[in-house]
């Protein structure tokens, strides 16, 4: 695909951990609906989507709607998802605005041997039954799976003296 290929710096495993045997065994939890059906429509992060002001939703399936229960409008939630779309295989990466490579580990990028991502993101409405939560914006493509989803705790999830 033109829109992986390699630049400068970059370094590919020998391998495709797509094709290696399963370490877990992960099921997807539902997906998520965005206003986003292209990579390059789609914002870089969720400061990009929330200054783009569209809404999300995260739809559970059924038999995980249970799971569900205590969540609340106005709270965050950690989204973890899995890129579907992306390769695995690059091990370092050289972004679009960088001039060095880095270490895979180093960057969010969607592109990892796991290609799972995080995402902080505020409910603005819950539907239990149905199981779709709105959410005030959202970093990925239309249809991404869901892998699991964990409340946000300032207590504990937020670090003032954090640099980036």
């Known amino acids: ?7 400068d710096g970059e370094t590919h495993l020998p391998f495709d951990p797509a094709a290696s045997p399963p370490d877990a065994g992960l099921v997807f939890i539902g997906t ?6 292209r990579r390059e429509d789609c914002p870089k992060n969720l400061r990009q989507a929330r200054e783009r002001g569209q809404a999300a939703s995260l739809i559970v399936d059924a038999p995980y709607r249970p799971a569900l229960a ?25 972004p679009r605005h960088a001039d060095a490579a880095r270490g895979t580990f180093a960057l969010r990028s969607p592109v990892r041997p796991n290609p799972i991502g995080l995402h ?3 409910i603005v409405a819950i539907d ?17 799976p869901l892998l699991d989803l964990k409340p946000y705790f300032s207590s504990i999830d ?6 980036d």
């Open 1 to 7: 695909m033109a829109e992986f290929e390699q630049r």
């Open 32 to 37: 998520v609906r965005s206003p986003w059906t």
């Open 70 to 94: 205590g969540l609340e409008t106005g709270q965050y939630l950690h989204v973890l998802s899995w890129f579907d779309r992306a390769p695995r295989d690059l091990i370092a990466q050289r």
């Open 120 to 122: 902080t993101v505020k």
């Open 128 to 144: 239990l039954d149905a199981g779709q939560i709105g959410i005030d914006a959202i970093d990925l493509l239309d249809g991404t």
């Open 158 to 163: 937020a670090f003032p003296e954090a640099a």
